[in-house]
């Protein structure tokens, strides 16, 4: 996850942290399903102590952004009806698959569009 805070902004880093997820997640950079780092380890790389990614995380978590699955860590959460979110999570476990199997964002989308078009 590649995340950059300001440290001479008047804006606190959870704050900055919490924001750039949002906005990840509405420009399309992060998709429902994606695993977040481990609150520890996105300190590190960030240069923040544990607590402020872990209050940035229980904030996005709040407002439904995340969510939470016990060990198996925090996750960006499906939005819009519940089709859709069952859509995006299907698209998410789509795209891990495709990518274990080595194949192009063109060849996935090309088989995608295939199978849609024999199911209208």
Do not use: C, H
Request: proline share 6%.
């Amino acid at each position: 996850m590649l995340l950059e805070l300001d440290p001479e902004s008047s804006v606190p880093p959870y704050e900055q942290l919490r924001r750039a997820v949002i906005d990840g997640v509405r420009d399309g950079t992060l998709v429902a399903g994606t695993r977040l780092p481990p609150v520890r380890t996105l300190a590190a790389e960030l240069g923040l102590a544990a607590n402020t990614v872990a209050r940035a995380y229980r904030e996005l978590e709040r407002d439904a952004v995340i969510e939470t699955r016990g060990r198996n860590g925090s996750f960006v959460s499906a939005t819009g009806d519940a089709p859709e979110q069952q859509a995006q999570l299907a698209a998410s476990a789509y795209a891990d698959r495709v990518a274990q199997l080595g194949l192009d964002p063109e060849q996935a989308l090309r088989i995608v569009r295939t199978a849609l078009q024999g199911r209208a």
